[in-house]
């Protein structure tokens, strides 16, 4: 008998953390929502398990949210190119960019330059 009350106790705190762990979720969600209109999650699971991770870390969920936003929005493009680096007069280095556009007369013609410049890419 005793036995049957452990199991139903147990089963009990089983439906109310489930319960309290929804209403948090629900809770983070509506927090991102406001802070951020354009979430069209419809639940904190769709967010992923790295922001579920980070809240059990102890991440607030709006920075959570927020880091994961802004690690998918980053962009892996290669930063812009800063310009032709060799100084007035034709003496000094070539850019990689540089070096692809050449025909390959160009780069045998340059070839000790464009071998010093590989040094500082």
């Keep these: 008998m005793e036995d049957l009350q452990l199991r139903a106790q147990g089963e009990q705190l089983r439906q109310y ?21 354009d ?3 419809k639940s904190v699971d769709e967010l992923g ?5 980070m809240c059990a870390a102890g991440v607030s969920p709006l920075a959570a949210y927020e880091a994961l936003r802004a690690e998918k929005n980053r962009s892996f493009r290669q930063p812009p190119s800063m310009g032709d680096v060799r100084p007035v007069g034709g003496k000094g280095f070539y850019t990689r960019d540089e070096v692809a556009r050449m025909s390959r007369s160009e780069i045998e013609r340059n070839f000790e330059r464009i071998r010093r410049s590989m040094d500082r890419w």
């Design 49 to 53: 398990t790295q922001f579920i991770a």
């Design 17 to 37: 953390q489930q319960q309290e762990m929804r209403t948090v979720f629900e809770n983070d969600l509506s927090a991102i929502r406001r802070a951020y209109p």
């Design 39 to 41: 979430e069209q999650a």
